[in-house]
């Protein structure tokens, strides 16, 4: 199979399910291989980490946006994306990042520890009180969604009433960062964002009325020592990304992370009996079943990467997912082995646009998998997951679970 086949397969909704086996024949033609015209894909993971750091490589900008997306700012979706940190490339990004690292600060963060442990241990128990006729439930629903939405939301200063609605809104915007979105997911993801923006245009006002302790107000009042904001349209586009970054993210890895170990009994065993091993674990689902697939980067230069040329104005799709199975780096890397001496996956990127939220999601993952496998300990699949047939953001539509009996 050659590079554009192998492309068209990983892109088609089959293909999308169990990537691996297709980013193997990918990696059979190199680390990098050009699958078109100026597209190259990259599946080796010193590749995939050097271009994500190389300051020659940025994300789309607006005259390229131009060319791939004539009508981009008529889309709320894409607009509200464009705008945000995750976007932009220096010397706005760096500014952006600055700004938003100051609000997102590590205190913040460690203070989110009893919530995260709070509204984990609150989502148990109404589960367990839901499936006391030893029916299924829907654990991704019912578990996986509400974690993160309602972390996300508390850290935003979101009243609780107001977080189902989120995940409607962001689940439609993040089709936005598929590699290819049909005309009636743009549709369903602009009226998201617009709701959402409509959302965060009371809540900045709420914030600036009443000042809280919470990110909104923080990114409201923030400024860096040359005294420089975040403008009105650049607050709005971040705190949507915020919302859009980290709450499927981190669903999908509680989900993805679950089948898993639910798949492997005596790893599951292990972290049942000893929490904390629960770090190692989560570095090692981080890398097996990445919750972000790919992101892409545009060369405004020539780049020479692995023995191979990259002319100026390429784009490079940088499959994290396959990097992280990159046999170079992680040996038998089709084998989940939470002992692994850890190698850094690049799940949550690398160089300038690593993950703002990394910490956080890492704090969520490590709390609530001993959660669940203790409080559960007779958790079981009940029948096979539905997968959501999505690339980038990779995680199941669906995961229905017995819970058998709870532990007191
Ligand atoms: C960026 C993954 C959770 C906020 C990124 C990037 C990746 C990623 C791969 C880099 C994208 C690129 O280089 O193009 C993940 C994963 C998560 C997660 C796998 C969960 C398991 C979160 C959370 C938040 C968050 C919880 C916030 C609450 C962000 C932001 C950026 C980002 C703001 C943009 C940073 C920038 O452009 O400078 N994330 N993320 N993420 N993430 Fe996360």
């Known amino acids: 199979m050659d590079a554009a086949d192998a492309l068209a397969l990983l892109m088609s909704p089959h293909g999308r399910v169990d990537p691996y086996p297709t980013y193997e024949r990918l990696r059979e033609h190199g680390p990098i ?16 980490d050097e271009l994500l750091r190389d300051s020659r490589l940025g994300v789309l900008d607006d005259t390229l946006r131009d060319q791939v997306w004539p009508n981009w700012r008529e889309s709320p979706a894409i607009s509200s994306i464009a705008r ?9 990004h760096s500014r952006m990042r600055r700004l938003a ?13 009893d919530v ?43 009243p609780p009433a107001d977080r189902p609605l989120f995940r409607r ?66 607050l709005l586009a971040n705190l949507v990304v915020l919302l859009v970054a980290g709450f499927e993210t981190t669903t999908n890895l509680l989900g993805n992370g679950l089948v898993v170990l639910l798949r492997h009994p005596e790893a599951a065993a292990a972290l049942r009996a000893d929490p904390g091993l629960a770090p190692a674990y989560v570095e090692e689902l981080l890398r097996f079943d990445s919750p972000v697939q790919l992101t892409t980067r545009t060369s405004t230069a020539p780049v020479r990467c692995g023995g191979f040329d990259l002319p100026a104005g390429s784009t490079a799709l940088l499959l994290l997912g396959a990097a992280n199975r990159d046999p170079r780096r992680f040996p038998d890397p089709q084998r989940f082995d939470p002992t692994r001496d850890q190698a850094h996956p690049l799940s949550f990127g690398a160089g300038p646009h690593y993950c703002l939220g990394a910490g956080l999601a890492r704090l969520e993952a490590q709390l609530a998998f001993p959660m669940l496998l203790r409080r559960l300990p007779e958790l079981a699949l009940a029948g096979a997951p539905r997968h959501r047939h999505r690339l980038t953001l990779r995680g199941y539509e669906s995961l229905p679970v017995t819970l058998g009996t709870p532990a007191v």
């Not at 945000?84 to 706005?92: F, Y």
């Open 169 to 234: 809104w962001a689940g439609d915007l993040t089709g936005v960062l598929e590699p290819e979105i049909t005309a009636e997911e743009l549709a369903a993801a602009d009226a998201g964002a617009a709701e959402l923006r409509d959302y965060f245009v009371e809540l900045v006002v709420a914030g600036r009325r009443a000042p809280a302790d919470d990110l909104t107000t923080a990114l409201v009042q923030v400024h860096d020592a040359d005294g420089e904001r975040l403008t009105g349209a650049e």
């Open 101 to 113: 690292s100051g609000a997102f600060s590590p205190r913040r963060i460690a203070g989110m520890r």
């Open 116 to 158: 995260v442990r709070a509204q984990a241990e609150e989502l148990l128990d109404s589960m367990v009180h839901r499936a006391e006729d030893g029916e299924p439930v829907d654990v991704l629903a019912d578990f996986a969604y509400p974690l993160p939405v309602g972390v996300i939301c508390a850290l935003l200063g979101v």
């Open 84 to 92: 945000s940190m995750l976007r932009t490339n220096p010397p706005d």
């Open 33 to 48: 291989v050009q699958a078109a015209p100026g597209l190259y894909v990259v599946t080796g993971y010193p590749e995939v």
